[in-house]
């Protein structure tokens, strides 16, 4: 197998806390090829946004503990110094965010910042690295580009403010683009057309995406592949398709009972997990899903490897036929 | 933009209206005693007091001796001391303003200068050491009353290390213009400089140190590190522009204080001739018209300021002026 | 064959085996945190060894100094060492003019720290006058928040008309500088005293520097307070009170006060900082604390002309308003990081 873009190996990501050593991340390993879109879908607490910040060193907290190995095209990056990490960030590998309101700095134009980012890799003067902003807004269908660029954050609508935000990630023409959550924030309109320009981005750019989100419908629309996780840890890996005409872990079904069906007899009541997520410092010695998990029996108490076939793999003590057969059953029943 | 100016203005008439009033007021309707015998001092004639009532109208309706006193002191300049056998106030004040101003403008920017480089300073040195001295030094200098701090600093440098080259050019207490000779003017002015800034830097050091380490908490700092800038160019352009926003909120309400009693009380203890030593020689003597003039002048001269920074923070803060 | 797996446990109930402890009340819980913090800690003894050693001025002067402060002792001696020593000789220095009073002895009870012009024990006037200063600064910190309380809460939570009013008024009053403000007022009433209809206060008195600073300073609080009032106004807890019909006194008292009461205690502290150093710049200026009576800026005022002579009259009070306040300004932040270590309120 040739070598990944983007390769983790048993990361770990620890903070020292007063309530004793918080595991936010336990043991994940992923690749990410090129031309991929690559989707991490899990709650608030799952471990997606601090894996992925640790990924370019973007953890600042001294009490955090990073462990494990993260090659991006065969180079390690756990370990590196933060002046060897910001030569990476912004060129190599971008980020954008949640929310672009509070994400971009609020009293400068949005021109003036994405020319601080290109100028800060690239060596262009000032008149053309406007150019180039220029360029990059008309890119991802920003309306008269020579205007916005000297708008501020605000005088910008969400949806313009977030294409900024990608122009500007995009401006050094990175290899892997991570995408914390970008429609969160924005009007269900405005999530379409943004996924779509991130689409759009692979192709044209030829930039891998990995896209964090909690929403099952975002991974539907562009992900070719998805990660699904929970307590830090991996309990899915698995293509588009299959994780919706066959996951293979009792989360995964709870996740999709609780998207409310388009076709079919409409639901008494939205299915919910019961439960609610686990406090990271006080977790189960086994299986973190366990407590809410309806299928739990004893073996639940030793922690489940990640196991499967070539592009799905699910972490469960059940076996195969089982989980299919408790799958089908969850079809038939009535909500 | 425009119609902040006007709108910013038309409050800065509006107060200053206001303050007039209250000035008025205070100095002419507080019950308790005369005005007329409080306007003409100790010992004054009857030949005196008649002509203060007459002067200032002091039988005639409030509005009335509003308006006189008004006229006295910004038309036809022609306010008079008492005490002082008919001086001319107006033309005192005016005279004594350029001492002042020098002051409290070397001052302000001993201020700013003194407290950026220290706020910046503590808040890229986070808890270590450099931070904490900082920080108990500031704390410190908030703790000193100015005119104390003044006569010490005398007391070091006029007198009992004035013989050492480090205070040997330290000149004598008095204070020279200018024009008269622009090194004399500095070396006169650096100790009073400091002195009165002390204060406002441990305050102000403190809290830009606050205000730099939350704004490096928030969101779009975490964009910048994420860009791959270097972590000085992320305290120094996007933190520090956003927080020097609040800093200049702040300033204009401290300026006042500054003006008011820190240049006051400066003057008194260098020896500078200027407004604030105009007016604690008439809190002295009793000399209200003097006070009555200063404290006017003064006050609109804050009143000012203000609007001036206001304006200032319109520009720094992109977000106000669509407000 | 698997075993099927065992009955589910309650919906909801987490693995964990651990105990959460019960909750604590705020008001315990900012205890218990001012409690941990050792700067302020560290203040709170230093002020309450200053207050009992200034309450103490009269034990000291009579049983330990066995001097008067108040009276003019010019001819006086003491024994120093052995010998008889008269507490203010003729000056030597310059054109033999002016006295030059006895230095700090550095014996206690016997003109500790010298004395000023007129033969005074420094040591004891400064116990005395920290009587005022103390007295000077709390009493109007109480008035400054009560007022600015009363104000705040009455134009944040009714609004309209009344609010503006109130609001126009505390622009021009906060626009006013401070000092200059309380300069005039002071000048005005220091003279004749204040008469107003049942209420008269002498000239002399010290409940007029009191009333003076604790007024100039109430825009100071009222605005942080009416911004906090009406900012509570539009949280839901009050919405919903007003949706069930609780009439408006009951949730000012129930739920708007209590907030409020928060942001006064910490401005107890740092208010009676800045009303301390107000104090002794007026006194300095002789248009606060009044003669016969001391306060430690009348005693730095008393050194000025001393100040290259005998400048531990002018140092010493001010040593203890810089202890004083210092203390003041850490127990503050102690006290707001205790209530709110998250506070947005800008304080200083």
Known sequence: MEGALLDVRDLRVSFRTERGLLRAVDTISFRVDTHEIVGVVGESGSGKTVSLMSVMGLITDPNAVIEGSILYKGRELVGLSQRQLRSVRGSEIAMIFQDPMTALTPVYTIGWQIEEQIRAHLDLSRTQARRRAIELLGEVGIADPASAVDRFPHELSGGMRQRAFIA????????????????????????????????????????SIIIVTHDLGVVAEIADRVMV????????????????????????????????????????????????????????????????????????????????????????????EERARLYASRRREAP | MLSLLVRRTAQMLFVMAGISILVFLIFFATPGSDPASRIAGRNASPEVLAAVRHDFGLDRPLPVQYALMMQHLFITHDLTSFVNRGQRVIPEVIEAAPVTLSLVLGAAVFWVIGSIGIGVLAAATRDSVVDRLLMAAGLIGISMPVYWLGEIVNLVTQSRFHDTWLFSW??????????????????????????????????????????????????????????????????????????LIAFVTLFGLDFGALVGGGALLTEVVFGLQGVGKLTYDALRNLDLPVIMATVMYASFFVVFANALVDITYATLDPRVRLA | MTESPPAPSEPGQAYSGRVEPPAMGPWARALRLLAADRAAMLSLALLAMITALCLAAPLYATYVAHTDPFVSNVDGEITLRGKRVPVVQPST?????????????????????GADEQGRDIAARLLYGGRNSLLIAG???????????????VAGFFGGFVDTVISRVLDVLWAFPIYLLAISLSIVLITKGFDIGPISISAGSLALPILIIGIVYVPYVARPIRGQVLSLKESEFVLAATALGVPAQRILLRD??????????VFVPLLMAINMLTESALSFLSIGVQPPDASWGTIIQDGTNLIY??????????I????????????????RDALDPRSKLRLR
């Open chain 1, 168 to 207: 500007m990630a995009l401006s050094c023409k990175p290899s892997l683009l991570i995408a914390d959550e970008p429609t969160t924030a924005l009007d269900v309109t405005v999530q379409a057309q943004i996924l779509e320009l991130l689409g759009k981005l692979r192709r044209d750019f030829g930039s």
């Open chain 1, 229 to 320: 996780m929970y307590a830090g840890r991996i309990v899915e890996r698995v293509s588009k398709r299959d994780i919706f005409t066959r996951p293979w872990h009792p989360y995964t079904w709870g996740l999709h009972d609780s998207i409310p069906p388009l076709q079919g007899k409409k639901p008494h009541r939205l299915p919910s997990i019961p439960g609610s997520p686990p406090s990271l410092t006080s977790l189960p010695p086994g299986c973190a899903f366990s407590p809410r998990c309806r299928y739990r029996f004893d073996r639940c108490a030793e922690r489940p490897a990640l196991e499967g076939e070539e592009g799905h793999a699910a972490a469960c003590h059940l076996s195969l």
């Open chain 2, 170 to 243: 330290v000149p004598p207490l008095g204070y020279t213009a200018f024009t008269e000779d622009p090194w004399l003017w500095f070396k006169t002015l650096l100790l009073p400089w400091m002195t009165l800034a002390i204060l406002y830097i441990g305050l102000y050091g403190r809290v830009l140190r606050a205000n730099l380490v939350e704004a490096m908490q928030e969101d779009y700092i975490r964009t910048a590190r994420a860009k791959g800038l270097s972590e000085s160019r992320i305290l120094l352009h996007h933190a520090l522009r956003t927080s």
């Open chain 3, 93 to 113: 220095e310059g054109l033999g003019l002016g006295s030059a009073p006895l230095g700090p002895t550095w014996e206690i009870g016997n003109f500790l720290l």
């Open chain 3, 139 to 153: 009493a109007s910190t109480v008035l400054c928040l009560v007022l600015a309380a009363l104000t705040g809460l």
């Open chain 3, 256 to 265: 708007i006060l209590p907030h409020v009461m928060t942001t006064l205690i």
């Open chain 3, 309 to 318: 002579t005998r400048p531990m009259v002018a140092i010493a009070p001010g």
């Open chain 3, 320 to 335: 203890a308003i810089v202890l004083t306040v210092l203390s003041l300004n850490l127990l503050g932040d102690g006290v």
